[in-house]
């Protein structure tokens, strides 16, 4: 065996598989998957030099390392991502894909059932990004001792019957906490809403402590700027990790064709082979399946209403902001 041979092996050997838990400019720490200290890595450089049009390494992704000598390590190889979380954000060049998070297991989406007043149009477009990326959804209607849980599932239950998990929670009385700390375990899940649901209670009922560095990081990463990317996931105690995504209800639709939406409504999506023409729009149609559900009431109005502003903002470019 030759010595270039000789070397390759010994490379080959020293690989370790981890997963990227922090990214920080060049640098990647990554938690070995046989246990241990995370370790600092950098990207090797014909790494590098691929052509790319998104992000190469993202929180979330699985890699494979070597480490050197002097504790930190070098990224030899990333592992095909079974979904991401991402947006397209153009530039000079063309298109360019940010990574948000990789493969995550299930997106929590939150929101208070009062204070603030709960935005169901908003969860709506949460609900039609999880769709679209084909991250499982969990709706939690958190600050249920400001209104009783009778009267939360008079605002949630709707997407029960849609068929998407919801935990009703309270930092305050604890109600929901353990359930909800179950169905975290184990998993990559990211945390997203408006502000002001009270997520970091909520995380720090889950973990003490969770909900402070969580959110010390979404400060530091530019909170409210609508530039704002997962840098950072953190271990549950469980097992599992939790990241957080301020900024995600910036993430435009967009990319989204009109035509495929009712692809990403569930109760709709159902129904779109029972229409008389194959490009309805489900708004004016004769002979539209949705439309009569709706009327029959097996398709809530509110639901119903978010799919038509949605699509009648892709077909003419209207403000979100005007929608939500």
Not at 71 to 77: C, D, F, K, M, S
Not at 297 to 318: D, F, K, M, N, Q
């Amino acid at each position: 065996m030759g010595k270039r041979q000789a070397k390759a092996k010994k490379r080959t050997r020293a690989l370790e598989r981890g997963l990227v838990l922090k990214k920080a400019g060049g640098f990647f720490t990554v938690q070995p998957e046989q246990g241990g200290d995370p370790v600092v890595c950098r990207l090797r450089g014909k790494l590098k030099r691929r052509p790319r049009t998104g992000d190469l390494v993202a929180v979330g992704d699985w890699v494979h390392f070597r480490r050197l000598p002097d504790g930190t390590g070098v990224i030899e190889a990333i592992e095909p991502r079974v979904r991401k979380l991402s947006r397209m954000a153009p530039t000079p060049r063309g298109e360019y894909e940010q990574i948000i998070i990789a493969n995550p297991d299930q997106a929590v989406i939150t929101f208070a059932v009062a204070e603030p007043e709960p935005r169901l149009r908003m969860l709506d477009r949460f609900l039609v990004i999880a769709e679209k990326q084909e991250i499982p959804a969990v709706i939690v209607a958190n600050k249920i001792d400001l209104t009783g849980r009778v009267r939360a599932q008079e605002i949630f239950g709707l997407y029960e019957d849609i068929g998407y998990p919801v935990f009703y929670t309270s930092a305050v009385t604890g109600e929901g906490v353990a359930e909800l700390r179950e169905q975290l375990r184990g998993k990559i899940s990211v945390f997203v809403g408006p502000s002001g649901v009270g997520k970091s209670s909520l995380l720090n009922a889950i973990q003490p402590g969770l909900g402070l560095a969580v959110r010390e990081v979404s400060r530091a990463t530019g909170e409210g700027r609508h530039t704002t990317t997962v840098r950072q996931m953190f271990p549950l105690e469980g097992g599992g990790y939790v990241a957080d995504t301020p900024g995600l209800k910036a993430l435009a639709l967009w990319d989204i064709e009109p035509e495929e939406l009712d692809g990403y409504f569930p109760e709709i999506r159902a129904l779109v082979p029972f229409c008389r023409f194959k490009n309805c729009t489900h708004i004016d149609e004769p002979g539209c399946a949705v439309r009569q559900a709706v009327e029959e009431g097996r398709i809530h109005p509110s639901r119903y209403a978010s799919y038509v502003r949605l699509r009648l903002e892709g077909e003419v470019g209207l403000d979100r902001r005007d929608l939500v």
